[in-house]
């Protein structure tokens, strides 16, 4: 984030569960600001939140990504982000 406040950490937190939470096929959701006690070398250590999204299969992963809330999510935010990193997984 531009900003790695805590209150900026906190809306943006807040923002992912109001706008990414509650799409059809989640099955996992989790968003939170970097854990600053938790300092091991294999830490990644250069970002402010976390988002994870756990959808029931690709379909609806990519329903998702064209959804009307999380484009909404994307526009209100995206001036904020410095840098954004996806981690697509296939889970097995």
């Not at 900026?8 to 939470?21: E, G, I, M, P, R």
């Not at 989790?30 to 988002?51: K, M, S, T, W, Y």
């Not at 994307?74 to 954004?84: G, L, N, R, S």
Request: aromatic share 14%; charged share 25%; proline share 4%.
């Amino acid at each position: 984030m531009k900003d790695g406040s805590d209150t900026a950490k906190n809306d943006l937190t807040d923002a992912c569960c109001k706008y990414l939470k509650s799409h059809p096929g989640v099955v996992f959701f989790a968003a939170g600001p970097f854990a600053e006690g938790l300092d091991c070398p294999v830490n990644v250590r250069d970002f402010h939140v976390g988002l994870y999204v756990v959808f029931k299969n690709m379909e609806l992963h990519d329903r998702y990504q064209t959804s009307p809330m999380h484009l909404q999510f994307i526009e209100q935010y995206k001036d904020t982000f410095q840098k954004v990193r996806v981690f697509d997984t296939l889970v097995r």
